[in-house]
């Protein structure tokens, strides 16, 4: 990751070689922002290959790394939601447990 701006930001940058494959390199502009007590997330990604993977079409791989994209944000924003429920179920459940003072029997005479 690089221009880290946080809490509002940052890059992500990734290269990768696939042999006589060719390559591939990019980077993804990422912005968070608050909305309520929810976090909006945009990004603009930016890829280029080279080689054999070039001379396939680059549209069929601008499609998939879209989907790839797409369905990675998508099991982000599933996984956020099962954190949001845990954390509400343990902060509902540690109000409602007495406390060690009020739970003990009073055994002064």
Do not use: W
Not at 47 to 56: C, F, N, R, T
């Amino acid at each position: 990751m690089t221009n880290i701006q946080a809490p509002n930001g940052y890059t992500i940058n990734f290269d990768g070689q696939g042999g006589v494959a060719g390559f591939g390199k990019g980077s993804a502009d990422v912005a968070l922002s608050a909305q309520g007590d929810q976090t909006l997330l945009k990004y603009n990604a930016r890829a280029s290959v080279g080689g054999k993977m070039a001379q396939i079409g680059s549209r069929l791989i601008d499609a998939t790394a879209g989907k790839i994209t797409e369905d990675f944000f998508k099991a982000s924003r599933r996984v956020c939601r099962r954190v949001r429920r845990r954390l509400r179920v343990r902060s509902r459940l540690q109000h409602r447990r007495p406390s060690p003072a009020a739970a003990s029997p009073n055994c002064g005479g």
